[in-house]
């Protein structure tokens, strides 16, 4: 079953993540997401499915540029939650922020 909603749309996840200490967390989603993405498995809109995706593509970004960490944890069958971790703001690449806003213009 899809649930209500989608806790955070890529805006609020950018929000928060400006405005987040390091260690913070936020759950970005609960479900399953590679199916809740899937255009033939998902129960989800095609809004929604498109949201969950650009949300899910922004915290693996972070999370690929050392800013973040993802976790889940599970709840049962098909049935995860999934948290970003904020990281240092300085990580080994110290211009990371800026390469993953950049990636958005190409």
Not at 19 to 45: E, K, M, P
Not at 48 to 72: F, I, K, M, N, P
Not at 85 to 99: F, M, N
């Amino acid at each position: 079953m899809p649930p209500e909603g989608l806790p955070v749309n890529e805006k609020k996840l950018c929000a928060w993540f400006g405005g987040a200490g390091l260690g913070d967390r936020l759950v970005y989603y609960r479900g399953f997401l590679a199916r809740d993405r899937s255009a033939t498995a998902s129960q989800l809109s095609r809004s929604d499915q498109a949201e969950l995706s650009r949300v899910a593509r922004r915290a693996l970004a972070l999370a690929e540029a050392g800013l973040a960490r993802l976790t889940q944890h599970r709840f049962g069958p098909d049935d995860y939650e999934y948290q970003i971790i904020v990281g240092p703001r300085v990580p080994t690449h110290g211009d990371a922020l800026l390469r993953v806003l950049a990636a958005e213009l190409n």
